[in-house]
């Protein structure tokens, strides 16, 4: 089982780009997530997707947006990006149910440099 | 909104000693997990414990969700323990996760 898959691993953009990194999950979970994680600190939730045909923002939506393309996939795209969303960007998914989040698994991370 | 707090930030242990995490949060949770990323960026899942003690191999974890805290017991410390540990609360609720800082913790062979 691969779990959670995210590509592109490293990505390098100039200022006003745009792009999309991907996500795919193989657990047959419902909910899926997009984190950032900017160096010395914790993850920041950017937009989640509780069941599929759903999305809502979390904590950090500004500048994103996202597709539930289906129950395994989750994309998170950059319109035109800036230096600031420099990070690394994470996936996740967990087996969701009602208002119960289930436990989160993680892909290993893409990371994305905005010159 | 929700605050969590870890504690401590740093932490340099020799081989062989323990030690405990601990995570405080400001309101009430659906869940809380804690997490170990490695040095090589990895989310490793440890312990999805909303309230209780969880033990596996030489960690163990504690969830007080009355008291609003969380502990993580490493025990006979490793090198390879190396890394920051996680905690992420869940919002009662809803799907919001917000996690800590991080404990950056450093074990010395």
């Known amino acids: 089982n691969a779990g959670v898959t995210q590509t592109p691993k490293f990505q390098v953009l100039k200022t006003g780009q745009s792009m999309t990194l991907q996500c795919a999950q193989d657990m047959n979970h419902n909910s899926m997530y997009w984190y950032r994680q900017d160096p010395g600190m914790g993850l920041r939730l950017i937009y989640y997707s509780a069941s599929e045909g759903t999305t809502d923002k979390g904590e950090v939506p500004n500048g994103y947006n996202v597709s539930r393309l289906n129950k395994r996939e989750f994309s998170l795209r950059l319109e035109s990006a800036a230096p600031s969303q420099t990070s690394v960007y994470f996936c996740?998914?967990?087996?969701?149910?009602?208002?119960?989040?289930?436990?989160?698994?993680f892909g290993e991370g893409s990371r994305l440099t905005v010159l | 909104g929700i605050q969590v707090e870890q504690s401590p930030p740093d932490l340099i242990l020799q081989e062989g000693a323990n030690s405990t995490l601990r995570c405080n949060f400001s309101?009430?949770?659906?869940?809380l997990q804690w997490f170990h990323q490695n040095p090589w960026g990895q989310l490793i899942n440890l312990f999805y414990i909303p309230s209780g003690t969880k033990q596996n191999g030489r960690l163990s974890a504690t969830t007080v969700a009355t008291e609003r805290y969380s502990l993580l017991y490493i025990s006979s410390s490793q090198t390879t323990d190396s890394g920051v540990y996680f905690c992420a609360v869940f919002y009662t609720g809803g799907f919001k996760t917000i996690f800590g800082a991080g404990t950056r913790l450093f074990v010395k062979a």
């Open positions: 309101d009430s949770v659906n869940n």
């Open positions: 996740a998914s967990s087996d969701g149910r009602g208002v119960d989040t289930g436990e989160l698994f």
